[in-house]
């Protein structure tokens, strides 16, 4: 203590000793670490929160279109079996997103690109003003992965691009699949309004949104999905106008 009031009296402040130092550095390195690890498990909770959303979106709209169709029975079961299926489906969907951010290697299989497509297509509401269109070179290709999070990329970039077009009349929404030499090649383009420039390089980070009622995750999850696959996924202007979604993946 005199020495400090010595040192305080001729002008200069006293020193944190070097062990005090480290504690305040290993205190402050905990400190990130367990910020960071706050931040990635509300990511991760918010992610399955929307896939969740989503499915319950999509139940519910089913369960409307069965009260409607009470008394056609055939139309009835169908309607019931989509719920069912979508609620299989979103256990699936969040125990391979929590598997994914416990860092467990995937679940990878020969899958179909055109199967993966036509699932992601069909869990959707497509509204009767947008064209769909699919072209698959070879109609056979095949992909190793992990076909319940890879559904949901292509889900989750549908729904993007069907509130981009706001059922606008002659809107459109096209999935190309191609293989290259060691890579497929993904492509989902819309001929929406497009993305602005401030806004398009940022798309797949988390809560970054074009959309007025977004959220920002569902890009977010594709890119973690995509890039755990070994692959890539960019955000670009359209041929014309519109935003496109490129990706790759290794092949099979």
């Known amino acids: 203590m005199a020495a400090a ?78 719920v069912t299926c979508e609620i299989r489906k979103a256990h699936e969907v969040i125990g391979s997103v929590l598997g994914l951010a416990r860092g467990e290697p995937l679940r990878r299989e020969p899958a179909p690109v055109g199967k993966l497509i036509e699932s992601a297509r069909h869990a959707l509401v ?27 990329v292509f889900s989750n970039l549908y729904l993007n691009a069907i509130e981009a077009l706001d059922n606008a009349p002659g809107g459109s929404i096209v999935t190309r699949a191609w293989r290259g030499d060691e890579r497929t090649y993904l492509e989902v383009e819309d001929n929406g309004p497009g993305v602005h420039p401030c806004v398009i390089d940022r798309l797949f980070e988390p809560l970054v949104t074009a959309k007025v009622k977004g959220t920002g995750l569902g890009l977010a999850l594709s890119r973690v999905i995509v890039e755990a696959h070994g692959g890539e996924i960019t955000a670009t202007a359209g041929r014309c106008r519109g935003t496109a979604f490129r990706m790759w993946l290794p092949s099979a």
Do not use: K
């Open 5 to 82: 009031i010595a040192a305080e009296r001729a002008g200069d402040r006293p020193q944190i000793g070097y062990a005090a130092l480290g504690v305040m550095a290993n205190e402050g390195h905990e400190t990130e670490c367990c910020a960071a690890r706050l931040a990635a498990a509300g990511a991760v909770g918010a992610s399955v929160a929307h896939e969740l959303r989503n499915a319950l979106a999509v139940a519910e709209s089913s369960l409307y279109l069965a009260q409607r169709d009470l008394d056609d029975r055939p139309c009835l079961l169908r309607h019931l079996d989509r």
């Open 126 to 152: 497509l509204p009767t003003a947008v064209r769909f269109e699919v072209a698959v070179a070879p109609a056979d290709l095949t992909l190793l992965c992990d076909p319940i999070l890879l559904e949901r």
